[in-house]
């Protein structure tokens, strides 16, 4: 995996993590573990009056029963009498299968003070089960050991040096195509970028590689406006995203998360193959070089 691939990967994990409830957490994590653990780990679903018995997962060779939780859906008393419910209900089943318990929860800002002394509770009276939980970290280190087939199958294609190079205006018209068209507005800001832009809105690493990649290829964008029939072509694309970009700022979310968002908003429907998400970039890259996306520096 080159270093683009693996900034790509690492913002899209965010971001697929982010998003992600309930079910469709587990099935996540289920998959990531069955491609980690392929003959080892076996996903457990519910059947019939049986239910899941309290196993979401097990691991055979490290006689691990893991348990899935979304905390942030429920309130603390819920998660605490769900926890301590499960914990307890799996023994009858399992108890001589497994030793460690692990709590598996989807929460990328860390638990509740009260989960976690309730988890600390469980550690200290079952000296025999080691008990302890994994988010977005844990699950982070299983992902980046799978080998690359198996993090494109989960996470999709990722932009290679190979596609920023081959990129043409093909691909560019794919993912400005599924741009809203919006009257044009009434001035457009296409001041250069001051070099300190991209520390001003702190923004990651994983981010600036990105943007990085793109600006090899943002002249290409710079060009297909240029060459397009519609001379206003370009500007309503930059409005579209300048109005989206204003949005996403008043929710009050995190630079990065606002840049993986208008990932999404410039891939549109139509994701799938390296080249289109390398178009992404130089198309990002070209607004983020416009100042019509992300902050100037004070005094820019």
Same mark, same amino acid.
Not at 146 to 156: H, V
Not at 200 to 205: Q, T
Not at 220 to 248: C, M, N, R, T, W
């Given at each position: ?12 994990? =965010? ?8 079910? =469709? ?67 009858? @089943? ?9 709590? &598996? ?6 638990? /509740? ?22 988010? @977005? ?60 832009? $991209? ?7 994983? &981010?600036?590689?990105?943007?990085? @990649? ?17 001379? $206003?072509? /370009? ?17 009050? $979310?995190?630079?990065?998360? $606002? ?8 891939? /549109? ?7 289109? =998400? ?10 983020? =070089? ?11």
């Amino acid at each position: 995996m080159d270093k683009i691939s693996r900034a790509y990967y690492e913002v899209k994990y =965010e971001l697929v993590f982010l998003k992600m409830r309930g079910n =469709e957490f587990q099935n996540f994590f289920s998959e990531l573990m069955e491609k980690r653990y392929p003959g080892d780990f076996q996903r457990v679903r519910p059947w019939g009056n049986s239910g899941d018995r309290k196993n979401d997962g097990y691991l055979a060779s490290r006689r691990i029963l893991f348990q899935v939780y979304a905390p942030n859906e429920m309130s603390a008393a819920e998660a605490i009498k769900k926890i301590k419910d499960d914990f307890t209900s799996a023994f009858p @089943y399992w108890e001589k299968y497994f030793d460690t318990w692990i709590f &598996v929860h989807n929460s990328r800002e860390g638990l /509740g003070p009260d989960v976690v002394e309730t988890l600390l509770s469980l550690k200290v009276n079952n000296s025999k089960i080691s008990v302890t939980n994994w988010g @977005y970290e844990e699950l982070r280190r299983e992902l980046f050991l799978l080998n690359d087939n198996d993090i494109e199958s989960l996470l999709g294609p990722a932009p290679t040096d190979s596609s920023l190079n081959n990129l043409g205006f093909e691909q560019l018209q794919v993912v400005l195509s599924t741009i809203s068209r919006l009257p044009t507005p009434n001035e457009v800001d296409i001041r250069p970028v001051p070099q300190n832009k $991209i520390r001003e809105n702190m923004l990651s690493d994983n &981010v600036q590689e990105l943007i990085k @990649y793109g600006m090899r290829r943002a002249n290409l964008v710079e060009k297909f406006f240029a060459s397009y029939y519609d001379p $206003i072509f /370009g500007d309503e694309i930059a409005s579209a995203f300048h109005e989206y970009y204003g949005q996403l700022k008043r929710q009050m $979310i995190t630079p990065d998360l $606002i840049f993986m968002k208008l990932q999404e908003f410039a891939g /549109g429907a139509k994701r799938g193959t390296p080249e289109h =998400e390398a178009a992404v970039l130089a198309v990002l890259a070209h607004l983020f =070089e416009k100042c019509d996306i992300f902050e100037r520096p004070r005094g820019g």
